[in-house]
T-cell receptor, first 116, second 112 residues
Framework: GAGVSQSPSNKVTEKGKDVELRCDPISGHTALYWYRQSLGQGLEFLIY????????KSGLPSDRFSAERTGGSVSTLTIQRTQQEDSAVYLC??????????????FGPGTRLTVL | KQEVTQIPAALSVPEGENLVLNCSFTDSAIYNLQWFRQDPGKGLTSLLLIQSSQREQTSGRLNASLDKSSGRSTLYIAASQPGDSATYLCAVKFNYGQNFVFGPGTRLSVLP
């Protein structure tokens, strides 16, 4: 079946604008993660969704960042009033396991965000 | 603070060479460690997962070792090929915390 997909693949925006990034997880996967990868840095955890449970938002860097997951499937990461330091590759991953400590994550190709 | 580092940041080798990528982590209390491959424009692909009770894992030309006491893991690639060119990421799941902590990666180029 299809893997994790993300759109757009590239997004260029001006400082101060809002952006929405989309993730379509693998069908049937209950867990979904968002990460951010800045140049020369490791992946930084942003947010975790598991089924209908309240999401783990502990990685979101500021209140300009938010994410939703509708119907337990598609997720949207929204960044308001973008800043240049938000420029990064945003990666989404999904997992079929309900065990966060042991799950195997399947990653999407990422969205490269550039804030001018 | 739980941190993961990788050296070298970049590596270029001629085809056929054996090579070693290094990963270090600051806390020996880990649950598992995973090596990923990242190709440009593509997501991460899991290569090897080592549980804390294991010393090594092998898959084809890849061998990953784990030494918890020294906070180190190595990824050994035998008989490297141009198709091995990618960025290799090490990720550690520490006992305290629910998320993988990723290293910055090693960018490998295998020259034909």
């Amino acid at each position: 079946g299809a893997g994790v997909s993300q759109s757009p693949s590239n997004k260029v925006t001006e400082k101060g604008k809002d952006v929405e990034l989309r993730c379509d997880p693998i069908s049937g996967h209950t867990a979904l993660y968002w990460y951010r990868q800045s140049l020369g840095q490791g992946l930084e955890f942003l947010i975790y969704f598991q089924g209908n449970s309240a999401p783990d938002k502990s990685g979101l860097p500021s209140d300009r960042f938010s994410a939703e997951r509708t119907g337990g499937s598609v997720s949207t990461l929204t960044i308001q009033r973008t800043q240049q330091e938000d420029s990064a590759v945003y990666l989404c991953a999904s997992s079929s396991s309900g065990q966060r400590i042991t799950d195997t994550q399947y990653f999407g190709p990422g969205t490269r965000l550039t804030v001018l | 603070k739980q941190e993961v580092t990788q050296i070298p940041a970049a590596l270029s080798v001629p085809e056929g060479e054996n090579l070693v990528l290094n990963c270090s982590f600051t806390d020996s209390a880990i649950y598992n460690l995973q090596w990923f491959r990242q190709d440009p424009g593509k997501g991460l692909t899991s290569l090897l997962l080592i549980q804390s009770s294991q010393r090594e894992q092998t898959s084809g030309r890849l061998n990953a070792s784990l030494d918890k006491s020294s906070g180190r893991s190595t990824l050994y690639i035998a008989a490297s090929q141009p198709g091995d060119s990618a960025t290799y990421l090490c990720a550690v799941k520490f006992n305290y915390g629910q998320n993988f902590v990723f290293g910055p990666g090693t960018r490998l180029s295998v020259l034909p």
